[in-house]
């Protein structure tokens, strides 16, 4: 069976600093793979995915994330942190043909200035 | 283009009552999901309906129980509420079939039982 876990319910970075949230994830087969973020009050917005190809996705506001297959990860990364980035981030995982899509716990984020 | 609509955005239920919500999802798209998200377990797969079918379902009670409309709109219903059952229902809805789309996903209804 599909998991998705995210290491680290919370993480507190400065403002500027690099921004490393980690996502393994388990499968027989490797899903389809997505980011998403969740501002207080809203529902979730996707930052990034990963389908096939290129196994370095850039998304919006300048986060990034690569699939490693070896590894079993899609670690999500922004060279430098920006207040307005604090929030809460998703991990999620597809199958590929299939119609259930599997939610990490979730990281929260939280930048100082 | 409209995006994905949730209503109510808040109810107060009493234990024992039922509670119906609704999804109306972005124009063109057929695939609507749900989830129940919840400080303590996070976001929970509870069905997903693709041109009125539920293709998948989560591990949640029989309570719990949904449809899909043949315009697509999506309800979710929740009878006899337990105290448990108080969280945030997301509502995402998708054009493709594959899983390889973008869920596009409400503002949610938070659902209060006392």
């Known amino acids: 069976a599909q998991s998705v876990t995210q290491l680290g319910s919370h993480v507190s970075v400065s403002e500027g600093a690099l921004v490393l949230l980690r996502c393994n994830y388990s499968s027989s087969v490797p899903p389809y793979l997505f980011w998403y973020v969740q501002y207080p009050n809203q529902g979730l917005q996707l930052l990034l995915k990963y389908t096939t190809g290129a196994t370095l996705v850039k998304g919006i506001n300048g986060f990034e994330a690569e699939f490693k297959k070896s590894e079993t990860s899609f670690h999500l990364t922004k060279p430098s942190a920006h207040m307005s980035d604090a929030a809460e981030y998703f991990c999620?995982?597809?199958?590929?043909?299939?119609?259930?899509?599997?939610f990490g716990a979730g990281t929260r984020l939280f930048v100082k200035a | 283009k409209a995006g994905v609509t949730q209503t109510p955005r808040y109810l107060i239920k009493t234990r024992g009552q039922q509670v119906t919500l609704s999804c109306s999802p972005i124009s063109g798209h057929r695939s609507v999901s749900w989830y129940q998200q919840t400080p303590g377990q996070g976001l929970q797969f509870l069905f997903e309906y693709f041109s009125e079918t539920q293709r998948n379902k989560g591990n949640f009670p029989g309570r719990f129980s949904g449809r899909q409309f043949s315009n697509s709109r999506s309800e979710m219903n929740v009878s006899t509420l337990e105290l448990g059952d108080s969280a945030l229902y997301l509502c995402a809805s998708s054009y493709g079939t594959g899983g390889n789309t973008e869920a596009f996903f409400g503002q949610g209804t938070r659902l209060t039982v006392v």
């Open positions: 999620a995982v597809t199958l590929i043909g299939g119609f259930k899509t599997i």
